[in-house]
C-alpha cells in the first residue's frame, strides 16, 4: 500500500496553531478529524471570522481536498517522462513551487498592576510572603513578543519534511541600570519533522506531550497560565515517534527527552553543569494516547500521558548521594459541550517535576532535608471557554498545586491556588484586544503569617501575521 504524507489540511494547520491563529485544541480536532481535516479547519476560521460565510460556502471544503492523488488527477497525462529544463507544477513531490518558508509572529503589549508582591510582575504565578511594607506595582511590557519561522514542502521519500524555529524575548533582563527593556532573546521551539499518512518522527525542541495542553490568555504567553498551580507545560529537547489510525481518532506518542528535572540553580552562566537529572545517565521518557470523538462539527479528546526518568541528589559539602525517580501521570481533556461552551483542562500526579513548574516549581531538596528524593506533587486545572459570538471570547479557569507536605521543609511554598477569568475580544482576525483578571493564592509550609493573596489585572493588544 502506497504511504502517503501529511495532509495539506494539517500542515496549514500546523502552520496557523504555531502562528496562534488557532488554539493547540482547535489543531487537535483539526488531526482528528482524519480525512475530514479540511472541514474541520474551514468551520473553525469560519466560526473565528478568518473567512465570511460566503467564502466557506464558496469554499466547498468537501470537494476541495487537494491531497496527492488528486493534484495527479488533475495533471494532464502524459506519454513520457518530462522533458529536461520543464518547469516542476506545485504538487509534485519535492517540487520547488511546493516548499514554502514563511515568518510569523504575534507583537504583543501588556499592561499591568499587582496589588501584593508576586514571583514575577508581569507573569505573577505566586505570591511572596506577607510583607509591612507597600507591595503594589504598575508596569507595561512588549518582551512576550514571539517570532518564528517555519519551513514545509520538502520531501524525503513519502514523507513530507517540516520545522519550526520561535524565539520570544523573555530571555532576561540585560544588566544595565536602564535594561529593563531591552530583553533578550530566548529559544522557545526548534524542531524538525518528517509526516506519513499515519506516521511522525520529530527532533528538537518542542512542546511536551505529557501534560499538553495551556488555558487560553494572553495575559500569560510567554508563560502559560497557572505555571507553579496545576499547569504542567515545558518545552524540552527531544526526540518522539507519533502513530495515528486512519480514521484519526487514535493518536499514540512516545518520546525520549533531555533528563533535566528542572533543579538548575537561578543564575545566568554560559555553561551546563550536570545536575540531579543529568546524573541520572538516562534521557527521560514520554508517553501519551489520546481518543477523540466526533460530534457533528466537533470533537471531543481525552488524552492520559505520562512521564519518568531518573535523577542522583548529590549536594556541596554533604558526603553520599540519594537516586531517586521523576514520574508523573496526568489526564487531559477537551470537551466541547456546545457550539458556544467548550470545557478543558488537566489532572496529574507525581514526583520531581519541577522542570514542569509541578510542586509549585519545587523539584528536589538539598540531601539532608525534606524532599531529598524528589517532591511528591498532585493538582490540575480546569477552564470553561464561552463563545457567544465570532469576535467575542470569555475564559473561566481554576488551577491548583499541592505539594505533599512531608516531602517540603518549613518555608517552602505548600499550596499554590490559581483563578481567572478574561476576556477577549477579535477586532479583525488579526488584532486583538484582552482582559483579563487573576487572583493567587499561595501558602508557605509551617509559616500561616506569611500565607498571601494577591491580584493581577493585565491589558492586552496583539498583532498576529
Known amino acids: 500500500m502506497r504511504s502517503l504524507a501529511q495532509s495539506p489540511a494539517e500542515e496549514l494547520a500546523r502552520v496557523l496553531r504555531d502562528r496562534q491563529v488557532i488554539t493547540a485544541i482547535e489543531f487537535d480536532r483539526i488531526i482528528a478529524a482524519g480525512s475530514d481535516g479540511t472541514q474541520q479547519l474551514a468551520v473553525i476560521l469560519r466560526d473565528k471570522g478568518v473567512i465570511s460565510v460566503s467564502e466557506?460556502?464558496?469554499?466547498?471544503?468537501?470537494?476541495?481536498?487537494?491531497?496527492?492523488?488528486?493534484?495527479?488527477?488533475?495533471?494532464?497525462?502524459?506519454?513520457?517522462?518530462?522533458?529536461?529544463?520543464?518547469?516542476?507544477?506545485?504538487?509534485?513531490?519535492?517540487?520547488?513551487?511546493?516548499?514554502k518558508l514563511k515568518?510569523?509572529?504575534?507583537?504583543?503589549?501588556?499592561?499591568?498592576?499587582?496589588?501584593?508582591?508576586?514571583?514575577?510582575?508581569?507573569?505573577?504565578?505566586?505570591?511572596?510572603?506577607?510583607?509591612p511594607n507597600p507591595q503594589d506595582n504598575f508596569g507595561a511590557t512588549a518582551r512576550q513578543t514571539r517570532l518564528g519561522l517555519s519551513f514545509s514542502g520538502l520531501k524525503a521519500g513519502n514523507a513530507n519534511v517540516s520545522g519550526t524555529v520561535e524565539v520570544d524575548f523573555f530571555g532576561g533582563i540585560v544588566g544595565l541600570s536602564n535594561g529593563i527593556d531591552m530583553n533578550i532573546?530566548?529559544?522557545?521551539?526548534?524542531?524538525?519533522?518528517?509526516?506519513?499518512?499515519?506516521?511522525?518522527?520529530?527532533?528538537?525542541?518542542?512542546?511536551?506531550?505529557?501534560?499538553?495542553?495551556?488555558?487560553?490568555?494572553?495575559?500569560?504567553?510567554?508563560?502559560?497560565?497557572?505555571?507553579g498551580s496545576g499547569n504542567l507545560w515545558?518545552?524540552?529537547?527531544?526526540?518522539?515517534?507519533?502513530?495515528?489510525?486512519?480514521?484519526?481518532?487514535?493518536?499514540?506518542?512516545?518520546?525520549?527527552?533531555?533528563?533535566?528535572?528542572?533543579?538548575?540553580?537561578?543564575?545566568?552562566?554560559?555553561?551546563?553543569?550536570?545536575?540531579?537529572?543529568?546524573?541520572?545517565?538516562?534521557?527521560?521518557?514520554?508517553?501519551?494516547?489520546?481518543?477523540?470523538?466526533?460530534?457533528?462539527?466537533?470533537?471531543?479528546?481525552?488524552?492520559?500521558?505520562?512521564?519518568?526518568?531518573?535523577?542522583?541528589?548529590t549536594t556541596p559539602g554533604v558526603p553520599g548521594s540519594r537516586t531517586f525517580e521523576s514520574w508523573g501521570a496526568s489526564v487531559d481533556y477537551n470537551l466541547p459541550i456546545t457550539k458556544l461552551v467548550n470545557i478543558s483542562g488537566e489532572a496529574f500526579a507525581g514526583r520531581a517535576l519541577g522542570i514542569f513548574s509541578g510542586g509549585v516549581t519545587q523539584s528536589v531538596f538539598p540531601l539532608g532535608q525534606p524532599g531529598a528524593n524528589g517532591v511528591g506533587t498532585?493538582?490540575?486545572?480546569?477552564?470553561v471557554q464561552f463563545n457567544p459570538t465570532k469576535k467575542w471570547q470569555s475564559n473561566t479557569a481554576y488551577g491548583i498545586d499541592l505539594p505533599d507536605l512531608s516531602n517540603l521543609p518549613t518555608g517552602s511554598r505548600s499550596k499554590d491556588q490559581n483563578y481567572m477569568t478574561n476576556i477577549i475580544y477579535h477586532v479583525s482576525p488579526n488584532v486583538i484586544f484582552a482582559l483579563e483578571w487573576r487572583r493567587f493564592l499561595t501558602n508557605y509550609r509551617n509559616q500561616p503569617l506569611s500565607n498571601n493573596i494577591g491580584d493581577h489585572f493585565n491589558l492586552a493588544a496583539a498583532y498576529t501575521f
Do not use: C
Request: charged share 20%; no cysteine; aromatic share 10%.
Open 185 to 227: 532573546v530566548r529559544m522557545r521551539l526548534a524542531y524538525g519533522r518528517m509526516d506519513w499518512k499515519r506516521f511522525a518522527i520529530e527532533a528538537g525542541q518542542d512542546w511536551t506531550i505529557f501534560s499538553p495542553l495551556n488555558p487560553t490568555s494572553f495575559a500569560a504567553f510567554a508563560v502559560p497560565e497557572f505555571s
Open 378 to 383: 498532585r493538582g490540575g486545572w480546569l477552564q
Open 234 to 313: 515545558m518545552r524540552i529537547p527531544q526526540i518522539r515517534a507519533e502513530w495515528k489510525n486512519d480514521g484519526g481518532n487514535v493518536l499514540w506518542q512516545i518520546a525520549a527527552l533531555d533528563p533535566n528535572i528542572g533543579d538548575n540553580p537561578a543564575t545566568y552562566s554560559i555553561a551546563r553543569v550536570p545536575r540531579a537529572g543529568e546524573l541520572g545517565r538516562l534521557p527521560a521518557v514520554e508517553t501519551r494516547l489520546a481518543l477523540s470523538r466526533q460530534f457533528d462539527d466537533r470533537t471531543a479528546t481525552v488524552g492520559l500521558s505520562a512521564h519518568w526518568g531518573t535523577a542522583k541528589n
Open 56 to 99: 466557506f460556502a464558496s469554499l466547498n471544503p468537501g470537494s476541495q481536498r487537494r491531497g496527492p492523488e488528486a493534484v495527479a488527477a488533475a495533471r494532464p497525462a502524459s506519454s513520457g517522462p518530462a522533458m529536461a529544463g520543464q518547469p516542476q507544477k506545485a504538487g509534485d513531490p519535492g517540487s520547488d513551487a511546493d516548499r
Open 103 to 131: 515568518f510569523y509572529g504575534t507583537l504583543l503589549f501588556n499592561a499591568f498592576f499587582n496589588d501584593q508582591g508576586s514571583n514575577s510582575v508581569d507573569i505573577p504565578a505566586s505570591a511572596t510572603p506577607k510583607s
